[in-house]
């Protein structure tokens, strides 16, 4: 069965710095992974997604994510943080094999710092 | 296009009282969800549907859960008879046919079961 860990349940950085957010995953066969994003009252909105080829992959609001299959991660990066990125933060893996059933992690809410 | 349209956005009711969800999916999408989302359990997979079939319904909570898509263009949650444990925000998501599609979310329905 596929499986999602977001370790941490809140990280609070302060505007303009960098943002990492952990991803890690669990599933035999090369999965498809996703990072979407959900601000208060809002429902879900993909951020990147991840199928095959580069491992660095870009995705909207200069978000970006990178897959290590060796340590069964999909992180995602975000090089300076405006205040607008306040808010809960999903990753979730899917496969072929599951249909369009996607496993999401517990997410991780951001909060920005003026 | 609209996106997903959920109704109601909000639904205050009773213990014991009916309640029943709603979805509009996006036209043209084969794959319709519904997730529930918790403080405690985060976002769960309810039920899924594919071309108004359902495919899976082992997130259903119990028999007092029940999910219908009697048409391409709509589909209902039904809650009978509602506990307060079933507060919560509920979600319709609806995807094109294959795995590697995203998502597409409604805003959501919170539900509080008094």
């Known amino acids: 069965a596929q499986s999602v860990t977001q370790p941490d349940i809140h990280i609070t950085v302060s505007e303009g710095a960098s943002l990492e957010l952990r991803c890690n995953y669990s599933?035999?066969?090369?999965?498809?992974l996703f990072w979407y994003v959900q601000s208060p009252g809002q429902g879900l909105q993909l951020l990147l997604k991840y199928f095959s080829g580069d491992t660095l992959v870009q995705g909207i609001k200069g978000f970006e994510a990178e897959f290590k299959r060796s340590q069964s991660s999909f992180n995602l990066r975000k090089p300076s943080v405006h205040w607008s990125d306040a808010a809960e933060y999903f990753c979730?893996?899917?496969?072929?094999?599951?249909?369009?059933?996607?496993?999401f992690g517990g997410g991780t809410r951001l909060m920005v710092k003026p | 296009d609209a996106g997903v349209i959920q109704s109601p956005r909000h639904e205050v009711t009773e213990m014991g009282q009916e309640v029943t969800l709603r979805c509009k999916p996006i036209?043209?999408?084969?794959?319709l969800f519904w997730y529930r989302q918790t403080m405690m359990r985060g976002l769960e997979l309810l039920i899924y549907?594919?071309?108004?079939?359902?495919?899976?319904d082992s997130g259903m909570p119990e028999d007092r859960f029940s999910a219908k898509m009697p048409n391409a263009s709509f589909s209902t949650l039904k809650i009978q008879p509602s506990e307060p444990r079933d507060s919560a925000v509920y979600f319709c998501?609806?995807?094109?046919?294959?795995?590697?599609?995203?998502?597409?979310f409604g805003s959501g329905t919170q539900l509080s079961v008094l």
């Open positions: 549907f594919n071309n108004n079939v359902p495919i899976d």
């Open positions: 998501a609806s995807s094109r046919g294959t795995a590697n599609e995203k998502l597409f």
């Open positions: 599933y035999g066969a090369t999965p498809y």
């Open positions: 979730a893996v899917g496969s072929n094999n599951a249909g369009n059933m996607l496993t």
């Open positions: 036209s043209g999408h084969d794959y």
